[in-house]
């Protein structure tokens, strides 16, 4: 969403970010949905915890205006001018962890964080650099036991920052986790039927590794068209499915 009062960064509309979450709800409301989930980076810092706190309190008055319950991700941008805990407070969530899985018919939905450091501290305020980025040892043990209990067959994965392998320049794509390769290796050797939903890259994307497909939401906030809300609706029924598609 990259939310930001009154801001526009280059192409970067941040303060149509709002309007464009009303639409978003306007359009959700006229569906029958179970839940909705926002895939991170909810505001652009402007380096100020009071700034950011209040843009982010804005969002999740905005995420009032959803009829059906709602995840929200952590980004790497919301983290810029403090802590986890303190985004968590902001946003008037209070969950055990930033990582955590749910089921629901017969599907089971995980939300991952890889806002990490490679010596497994979290991101936070002045500790960390966007493009090195961790799936944490204590979660990727967590990760392989959730696949490994799971009686559910379809898996959903949530993640702000990519596990799907991608070049850039001849080098891993800065919105790859860098240790991806473990991630998907453990994923694949799970033989469930999974998809993995990201944010993080703007572009959007969407390929298939080792049988299992990645998708990448464009980012929100990009031009002047607040009518431009790219988003997924995705059924289930005894496969997964991507059954409406603006993205
Ligand atoms: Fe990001």
Redesign the pocket.
């Given at each position: 969403m990259h939310y930001a009062k009154e801001l526009t960064i280059g192409k970067r509309k941040c303060g149509l970010s709002l309007l464009r979450l009303k639409n978003i709800a306007d359009d959700f409301n006229g569906r029958n949905l179970d839940f909705c989930i926002c895939l991170?980076?909810i505001i652009t810092s402007v380096q100020d915890f009071n700034t950011d706190t209040d843009n982010i309190k804005a969002v999740a008055e905005g995420f009032c205006d959803f009829k059906m319950p709602h995840h929200i991700i952590l980004?790497?941008?919301d983290l810029e001018a403090m802590s986890k805990s303190d985004y968590y407070i902001a946003f008037g969530k209070n969950p055990l962890r930033s990582y955590y899985s749910f089921a629901l018919k017969d599907t089971k939905f995980i939300v991952l964080d890889a806002n990490f450091n490679e010596d497994n501290s979290d991101y936070c305020k002045g500790n960390y650099n966007?493009t090195e980025s961790y799936i944490n040892a204590e979660q990727f043990n967590w990760l392989e036991n959730e696949l490994n209990l799971s009686i559910e067959e379809n898996i959903i994965i949530f993640t702000?920052q990519n596990l799907d392998y991608r070049l850039s320049n001849g080098k891993l794509d800065a919105c790859v986790a860098k240790n991806y390769n473990e991630v998907e290796k453990l994923l694949e050797k799970s033989n469930k039927k999974i998809k993995v939903f990201q944010?993080?890259y703007h572009n959007g994307d969407n390929q298939v590794i080792g049988g299992i497909e990645y998708i990448t939401l464009k980012a929100l906030c990009v031009g002047d068209d607040i009518n431009y809300i790219p988003r997924l609706i995705v059924s289930i029924e005894d496969e997964i499915s991507i059954s409406h598609m603006d993205y």
């Open positions: 991170g980076d980004g790497n941008h966007w702000h944010g993080h």
